[in-house]
């Protein structure tokens, strides 16, 4: 019996651990030259933001939202040594965006890549 409650508590940490690892790291350097924006847009999702320059080049900008939500705080004080009494309110909206911008050539292949 208690065989099994370890097991399973080691196999529920074990998914949880796996859900938490993220998503692999792009090496977007060896993708320079035949990487193609075909390719991105399957792999990543239709862009939110792109232009297509005079040149013919297409820049792309992939927005990935941060989560962090909205933290608010109130606060209270008085000094009884005085007649000094404060309040406060603070607000934060979490954490700013990722963007992931990439440049294709008139080809369509992959010329630069930025991340803001």
Partial sequence: MR???YF??????????AGCHGTLKVDWNS???NYTYDQAVTDLGPADKTATLSDGRTVA???????????????TGFYGGGSAVGTGVGTSTGYPDHV????FGP???LLEFKRK
């Fill in 3 to 5: 065989t099994r409650i």
């Fill in 8 to 17: 399973t508590m080691i196999s529920a940490f074990s998914l949880c651990f």
């Fill in 31 to 33: 993708r320079i030259g």
């Fill in 61 to 75: 900008d992939w927005i990935k939202h941060s989560t962090g939500g909205l933290s608010f705080g109130v606060g």
């Fill in 100 to 103: 992931l911008r990439l440049t």
């Fill in 107 to 109: 080809d369509g292949k």
